[in-house]
């Protein structure tokens, strides 16, 4: 099954394809505000976007509209919604068409060339034929859902889940609008980040409630060859843990993948490169790469076409060739702030030597114990 199962986690997920379709064309530059609102009864939700409108025009060969064959028809949305694209974060066509298979009732809402479009939906099947049912000024896509309870049960959408999700989407789009509607509490909130990943950086950490080692935040941003684009903000802590977040396209990678594994091992190797310029190797212990990443937290955002991902949920990137992208972009970009910052530099080899000496006074503790246990 495309959204991973029937549980609270594939519940949801049919909500995330519906917004993810809604960021497509906010980050490709065809929209800038997202709507979502989840009505009184949390079991229902709909996501406006001011983005293009999907195509209303019927198609000849399939005697159907684009709307309609977005909306029941797997792998239809690149054909007709999203052909422009140069990032996708959604499954467009697969996921659309799937969230209406599952779901008791679906009504597509369509601003476009001056008119308003409507057609309704019961578990996938249309009950009405795409209709116009008034003018309209300017362009966008409603669709509103309800989850089949045949299928997935009493559930219901989480209010806090939603809203986390949301404000995380504008953290990654510098420029986007999220106004978030929860209808039972009677509260709106709007999301909207100038400072993009770094802000995301700053709540990660405070949430934590871990201080920074050194108070810079290592921020880079690069666009490279056939339409690649990375952004990443890293700061060391006090804190006995590493901490990555990654996106590709916008989508949470919770299982991480080739992005995290370049940008890990880059923060090695520039670590390690500036010990040895600097001469700052610390002496009588052996540094480790998980010393040097202990305390670390990360947010790693690319954008890039055809990503491979591995589980049909996108939950691990599998693109090989992003490892070797990830780690050049991000091993030369701290090895700059390093040895322009060599306060900062220093502040972090000596939490990295910390580390290391605590790592080995643990094994030594551990060791001894075991011997005892043996005696």
């Known amino acids: 099954m ?30 800038a505000h997202i709507q979502v609102t989840l009505h009184a009864d949390h079991k229902s939700v709909t996501v406006v976007d001011d983005g293009r409108g999907i195509p209303v025009d019927v198609k000849k060969e399939f005697k159907k509209s684009a709307l309609e064959l977005v909306l029941t028809t797997l792998h239809a949305g690149g054909k007709f919604s999203s052909t422009q694209y140069q990032f996708s974060g959604g ?25 308003e479009w409507q057609q309704t939906y019961k578990r996938g099947k249309p009950t009405s034929k795409i209709a116009k049912i008034g003018p309209a000024r300017g362009t966008g896509t409603s669709i509103f ?42 509260t709106t909130e709007v999301f909207e980040h100038a400072g993009g990943i770094a802000d995301f950086l700053t709540k990660l950490i405070t949430d934590r409630g871990k201080a920074p080692t050194v108070p810079q935040v290592v921020y880079v ?12 903000a890293l700061q060391w802590t006090e804190s006995p843990d590493e901490t990555l977040r990654s996106y590709v396209n916008g989508i949470p990678t ?4 080739t992005h995290e594994q370049g940008l890990r091992s880059a923060v090695v190797k520039a670590v390690r490169s500036f010990m040895e310029t600097a001469n700052l190797a610390p002496k009588g212990v052996t540094i480790s790469a998980e010393d040097i990443r202990e305390g670390i937290v990360g947010v790693l955002s690319i954008y890039m076409q055809e990503p491979q991902f ?28 390093l ?3 060599r306060t900062a530099g220093v502040a972090i080899v000596e939490r990295v030597a ?19 246990t043996a005696v």
């Open 91 to 115: 499954l467009h066509g697969v996921g659309s068409s799937v969230v209406n298979a599952l779901s008791e009732e679906l009504t597509a809402t369509v601003k476009r060339d001056g008119a």
């Open 2 to 31: 495309y959204i991973g199962g029937t549980d609270n986690r594939g519940y949801h997920h049919l909500l995330w394809e519906i917004v993810d379709n809604s960021v497509d064309e906010v980050i490709n530059g065809y929209g």
């Open 354 to 372: 910390l580390a290391a000496k605590a790592r080995e006074a643990s094994r030594a503790a551990s060791q001894a114990v075991s011997r005892k």
């Open 145 to 186: 859902f309800r989850p089949d309870a045949e299928i997935f049960g009493k559930q219901g959408f989480d209010a806090e889940t939603v809203r986390y999700r949301l404000d995380t989407k504008a953290f990654l789009h510098k420029g986007m609008k999220i106004t978030f509607r929860d209808e039972a509490a009677k």
């Open 339 to 341: 040895l322009e910052n």
């Open 254 to 257: 919770t299982q991480g993948g």
């Open 221 to 232: 941003q690069r666009d490279g060859e056939q339409g690649f684009r990375l952004e990443a």
């Open 310 to 337: 591995q589980g049909q949920t996108k939950e691990r990137l599998g693109s090989p060739e992003v490892q070797a992208q990830v780690d050049g972009v991000v091993r030369v970009a701290l090895e700059k702030f």
